[in-house]
């Protein structure tokens, strides 16, 4: 009698035993269940950010400016022109949008690095597109700050005309020697190019 005791005993804490760890690994099994799909959900609906300097229609500081009145300054991305070779930013422009955010590189030149690109694909292609090219590069360099350009939009032109001058040295090599004599030392170096030495 003692035994069957004991054995009902064990069986019954066994059962008992059982229908804990069952339920433990139903509700984990539940438990991961839902965070599967909550983390679905959170997919689905992901996008991925928009930039800081990206300014929609819709953004926060677009509604307080209509709120309280204010009209976005001329110097602000959607409203100015496109910087391109010719129209490179303004040193205002860029020491504004520097001021606004001194963490990240203005704007504006971020946009004509862009346009500058395009525009060094077709060069790098093309012989006609080349010429072209390098004679905006030349300009925006050397006659950029007469016109109120950023320092370091001129030193990319600069640089970008270095890169040319290298892949074609037979067409633009003349042009860039008389180039770098007429420009100031500062800017040379900014623009990260060497200027050659010349023996009298």
Not at 63 to 75: I, L, M, P, T
Not at 102 to 129: C, K, N, V, W, Y
Request: aromatic share 4%; glycine share 6%.
């Amino acid at each position: 009698m003692g035994s069957n005791r004991k054995l009902i005993l064990i069986v019954g804490l066994g059962s008992a035993l059982l229908g804990v760890v069952a339920t433990l690994v139903f509700q984990d099994g539940s438990q991961k269940t839902n965070q599967a799909k909550s983390l679905q959900r959170k997919n689905d609906s992901w996008a991925p950010p928009k930039p800081m300097w990206v300014k929609t229609p819709d953004s926060t500081a677009n509604k307080q400016e209509v709120a309280s009145g204010e009209r976005r300054s001329e110097r602000d991305v959607g409203n100015s022109p496109k910087p391109t070779l010719e129209n490179p930013p303004a040193v205002t422009q860029v020491r504004d949008e520097t001021a606004q955010n001194p963490h990240t590189t203005a704007q504006a030149l971020l946009a004509f690095a862009e346009e500058m690109s395009i525009q060094m694909q077709g060069a790098f292609s093309d012989r006609e597109t080349r010429y072209t090219v390098s004679r905006q590069l030349i300009a925006c360099a050397r006659d950029g700050q007469a016109k109120g350009s950023a320092q370091a939009a001129r030193a990319l032109c600069l640089f970008n005309l270095e890169r040319l001058k290298e892949r074609f040295p037979d067409e633009l090599s003349p042009s860039y020697q008389s180039l770098l004599a007429e420009l100031p030392e500062d800017l040379i170096f900014v623009a990260g190019v060497t200027k050659p030495n010349v023996e009298k």
